[in-house]
């Protein structure tokens, strides 16, 4: 059951906290600006292995009293550091580097998809989510960064010759074509 305003006011003048602030366990020890200040500086780190290294070391620091937080952190830490790992020009790095994008199409195809009141299948769910991709793609605006787009390209391509071996990359590309 939860208290009264006044029997939370009486408690937090003692000292003692009811609920967690915003940002959980680790705001409430105090290590919150230095996690925020140790991930700020390893993602804006020169290089990946750098910015790899700086997020391990917090990680490692963050085990005893947070192991939540230091498992999220490595479970992630390859995926997170992907664009960095392409030397890409650093506005497109910037850009690809956020959710951003995606959260505008996500919120483009929820502003269309709102309509429906109720979804008959999967295929309808499909349908409606193509027709909103269509209708939002109509306001897209060229990337910050657009023309370190070929140094992109050349990294993807890159990266499946490392994945699959030289000979699928060729076949794939003669199949395009």
């Known amino acids: 059951m939860r208290r009264s305003t006044h029997e939370r006011s009486a408690t937090v003048a003692e000292g003692k906290e009811i609920l967690p602030?915003?940002?959980?366990?680790?705001?409430?020890?105090?290590?919150?600006?230095?996690?925020?200040?140790?991930?700020?500086?390893?993602?804006?780190?020169?290089?990946?292995?750098?910015?790899?290294?700086?997020?391990?070391?917090?990680?490692?620091?963050?085990?005893?009293?947070?192991?939540?937080?230091?498992?999220?952190?490595?479970e992630g830490l390859d995926d997170t550091l992907t664009v960095k790992a392409m030397k890409l020009p650093a506005a497109l790095e910037r850009t690809l580097s956020t959710t951003n994008p995606i959260e505008n199409l996500n919120g483009g195809i929820r502003d269309i998809t709102h309509r429906v009141k109720r979804w008959r299948s999967g295929m309808m769910i499909m349908r409606w989510v193509a027709a909103a991709v269509i209708e939002h793609a109509k306001g897209f605006r060229r990337l910050r960064g657009h023309k370190g787009m070929p140094v992109l390209v050349a990294a993807l391509r890159n990266n499946d010759l490392t994945i699959d071996g030289p000979n699928t990359a060729v076949a794939d590309a003669t199949a395009v074509a």
């Open 21 to 74: 602030p915003r940002g959980g366990a680790i705001r409430r020890t105090g290590t919150y600006t230095s996690v925020g200040k140790a991930m700020h500086d390893a993602y804006h780190s020169s290089s990946s292995a750098a910015a790899k290294s700086r997020l391990q070391a917090l990680a490692n620091q963050l085990d005893a009293d947070h192991p939540g937080a230091a498992s999220s952190l490595r």
